[in-house]
């Protein structure tokens, strides 16, 4: 078990936190990690496209030109997918991309997740992320004094005031603890954690 520290929203000493080592300090696992954030990726995708086949499309149903004595080939359609406004061949159709995850393997590789941002020196404990007012300026004057400038902040509870605050910067996302995922996980260089919010990370992945 790791011991960190926790800051206040001008840096400023807080008190410490313990890292369970069974969240924070488990074996990396590449291969899990990729196939997870590869299905939550292919979950997101609508799967609604739509292309028409040689039946589909309207028209066509009069023989173009005679059999034969024209010199061309033979067709029985103007609507063939050879000729321009006809049909598609092998095109898409509506489908469901979802991969098929277990729940033990999501929960193995959100700790993988959050274990390589604590090798990294990535974690950040704040004791507290409210802001007084939903201002993008409130924000970036905690994150200049937090040294932040691309991170995911988590935090307990519904962030009113902190999801406002930051919605118009690119390099910052807040997310309450029952959303964390490892694809946001990931895709943010520092992970900036409350200290409520680590409380429910570990109490609820540590089991």
Do not use: W
């Not at 924070?24 to 299905?39: E, M, N, R, S, Y």
């Not at 359609?77 to 991309?97: D, I, Q």
């Amino acid at each position: 078990m790791t011991t960190v520290e926790i800051v206040d929203k001008e840096r400023k000493a807080a008190g410490t936190a313990d890292l369970p080592d069974a969240v924070f300090g488990a074996q990396v696992k590449i291969h899990l990690l990729h196939h997870v954030v590869t299905a939550q990726l292919a979950g997101r995708r609508a799967g609604t496209h739509e292309t028409k086949t040689r039946s589909d499309v309207s028209g066509g149903g009069k023989k173009p030109f005679r059999q034969k004595g024209t010199g061309r080939a033979r067709m029985g359609t103007s609507r063939s997918p050879l000729l321009r406004g006809g049909g598609t061949v092998f095109g898409p159709h509506p489908r469901k991309y979802a991969i098929k995850v277990n729940r033990k393997e999501v929960r193995a590789a959100l700790c993988s997740a959050l274990s390589a941002k604590a090798k990294d020196n990535k974690i950040v404990l704040v004791d507290d992320l409210s802001l007084p007012a939903p201002k993008t300026k409130e924000f970036l004057k905690v994150a200049a004094a937090l040294g932040l400038t691309e991170a995911l902040l988590v935090v307990e509870g519904e962030p009113e005031n902190l999801a406002l605050g930051i919605r118009n910067l690119k390099s910052f996302k807040t997310l309450p603890v029952k959303a964390l995922n490892v694809y946001d996980v990931l895709s943010y260089d520092q992970l900036v954690m409350t200290r409520t919010a680590l409380e429910k990370i570990s109490e609820v992945l540590g089991k």
